[in-house]
């Protein structure tokens, strides 16, 4: 799987940085083709902002959430691409 990241307005912590990209990485679990996936974490003053993006069966499957921690976003974010992988995966198979 690979994955892309970037951070705006901020510099990223390697803790940061290897957290988002280990939480997306459980996501190979659910397929079995090649995936490329895209994290963004944006910063504008208490608010911070994760978008995520896979590439998978031919659709892009974003994601954008917001709050006010990271470590909290990030997975909320990841389950709800979980759950747009198994959908997109269930009607690609399922015909």
């Known amino acids: 799987m690979k994955i892309t990241f970037s951070a705006r307005h901020f510099t990223a912590s390697d803790k940061l940085q290897s957290f988002a990209v280990g939480e997306m990485k459980h996501l190979k679990r659910y397929f079995d083709g090649s995936l490329a996936g895209e994290i963004i974490l944006e910063e504008s003053g208490n608010l911070k902002v994760v978008e995520m993006r896979i590439n998978a069966l ?16 990030i997975p909320r974010a990841v389950a709800k691409l979980e759950k747009q992988l198994k959908s997109q995966k269930s009607k690609v198979y399922g015909r």
Do not use: S
């Open 58 to 73: 031919g659709k892009l499957l974003p994601v954008r959430m917001e709050g006010n921690d990271f470590y909290k976003i």
